[in-house]
């Protein structure tokens, strides 16, 4: 799995879709943003969650957080993250480097709105020194069941 598994993901559904390796690591916003000399923003990080039975994937802008009145609202229970060992299995890529290309398992993916703040936006590629550069509108065609309101802007961001 990991860089492999979006790799050859990424070359079977949009092979226009530029990847980026780094020798830097992009395993947090943070270190992703100043590798890529980007906003942390612009990251978008993949977010391991389960509410209640159900395990799914939420890509947010770097610098949001997940809202748990507006997860109650949108999934019916409130959000627990994933541990990295169940992430992982269920991702197939380490965290630092979840994305939604190339996964182990079928999940359901959601993009938040938050990613509409911005033209591109960077998520991670399966590694944790890679990344993608995709308009937010073409990400969720790629790998999205719809646009949901599920995060906000952390005070620090």
Request: charged residues 25%; proline residues 6%; negative net charge.
């Amino acid at each position: 799995m990991t860089l492999e598994s979006a790799r050859a993901w990424l070359l079977q559904h949009a092979p226009d879709l530029p990847l980026i390796e780094v020798e830097e690591s992009t395993a947090t916003v943070d270190l992703a943003a100043q590798a890529l000399g980007v906003e942390p923003g612009r990251i978008a990080k993949t977010l391991a969650i389960r509410v209640r039975e159900e395990t799914f994937l939420v890509v947010a802008r770097g610098d949001a957080r997940l809202d748990n009145q507006k997860c109650k609202a949108e999934f019916g229970g409130r959000p627990r993250m994933l541990g990295p060992e169940e992430t992982f299995e269920l991702t197939g890529h380490p965290v630092g480097g979840v994305c939604p290309f190339g996964l182990a398992q079928p999940l359901a993916i959601y993009c938040d709105v938050s990613l509409r703040d911005f033209d591109i936006v960077y998520p991670a590629a399966g590694s944790l020194n890679s990344s993608v550069e995709v308009t937010p509108e073409r990400l969720s065609m790629l790998v999205s069941r719809r646009w949901v309101d599920v995060c906000r802007l952390s005070s620090s961001g």
